[in-house]
């Protein structure tokens, strides 16, 4: 048991909201355009399917070793949700270790956010003890490297599922 629970984290323009099964439909919107899949394959998931994925996801991992949490992006100003962001929590040998991962909506892109709401995650993620941050982002998503960049992730020379993968380490 990792004995993090995900919950509301404010920070500048942003607040990120615990996932919630009726975030399904404006989530869907905001994620419709097809080129967010570029790196990642599929397509848009309808809001049905995100109702689906998210009663499963706030449901929890059926390992209790494995903690999810998953956020919606909230723009405080527009009181409008922009996207995702999510860890996977484990214990290792070293102690509590995040795999993270962020998705904004094409019209919110070009303004920070993602840095912004990835940036607030990890620092969050560290004040509960988690002493590695792991990323792992598609060698031509120079986006998402940026952002990975931005928040202190450093790029390895390990690979998974053809993406490489990105290491902080919390002092």
């Known amino acids: 048991m990792t004995g993090i629970v995900p919950e509301t984290i404010r920070r ?27 790196f990642i394959g599929g397509a848009p998931d309808t809001a049905q ?8 996801l706030v449901a929890g991992s059926p390992d209790p070793a494995v903690t999810w949490c998953n956020w919606v992006i909230r723009l405080r ?22 795999e993270i991962a962020w998705v904004v909506g094409t019209p919110w892109q070009r303004r920070g956010f993602a840095t912004e709401a990835a940036g607030a995650l990890v620092t969050w993620l560290a004040e509960r003890g988690v002493r590695t941050v792991v ?13 990975a960049t931005a928040v202190g992730l450093a790029p390895t020379g390990q690979w998974h599922d053809g993406e490489r993968r990105w290491l902080l380490n919390v002092h």
């Open 12 to 38: 500048g323009r942003l607040e990120l909201l615990p996932l919630s099964v009726r975030h399904a439909e404006e989530m869907a919107a905001a994620l419709s355009d097809p080129a967010l899949h570029t």
């Open 49 to 56: 399917t995100l109702r689906t994925r998210y009663e499963r």
């Open 77 to 98: 100003d527009a009181a409008c949700l922009t996207g995702t962001v999510q860890a996977t929590v484990t214990v290792g040998a070293h102690g509590r270790v995040a």
């Open 135 to 147: 990323a792992h982002i598609h060698p031509d998503h120079q986006a998402s490297a940026a952002v």
